[in-house]
Nanobody, 122 residues
């Protein structure tokens, strides 16, 4: 059974920073691609960033590129999302996900965390 435990969300002011963590456990989690997705009120789940299984490649949505950085510690089976220069538009529930394909497509991700709330105030 795969389990993803997220931490680091909270309330921050616009322009501030947060660092999200996602600790993965279970069979074969070290062979999976990892990604961050988010869902704002009234909107569909949106791709944020992904990193491949060995950490050598990463991709980002245009809305977060140059502000967010995804990384992973393979030995600890943990992914991170460093979020800088946060905007009100970044307010959402952020989800960690694992999948067998390095992609921006939601259906390729098979395991999801419970989500952590990020709220950016003015």
């Amino acid at each position: 059974q795969v389990q993803l435990v997220e931490s680091g969300g909270g309330l921050v002011q616009a322009g501030g920073s947060l660092r999200l963590s996602c600790a993965a456990s279970g069979p074969n989690v070290d062979w999976k691609n990892m990604a961050w997705w988010r869902q704002a009120p009234g909107k569909e789940r949106e791709f944020v960033a992904a990193i491949n299984w060995d950490g050598n490649s990463s991709i980002y949505s245009d809305s977060v590129k140059d502000r967010f950085t995804i990384s992973r510690d393979i030995a600890k089976n943990t992914a991170y999302l460093q979020m800088n220069s946060l905007k009100r538009e970044d307010t959402a529930v952020y989800y960690c996900a694992l999948g067998g394909v390095f992609s921006r497509i939601q259906s390729t991700y098979t395991d999801w965390g419970q989500g952590t709330q990020v709220t950016v105030s003015s």
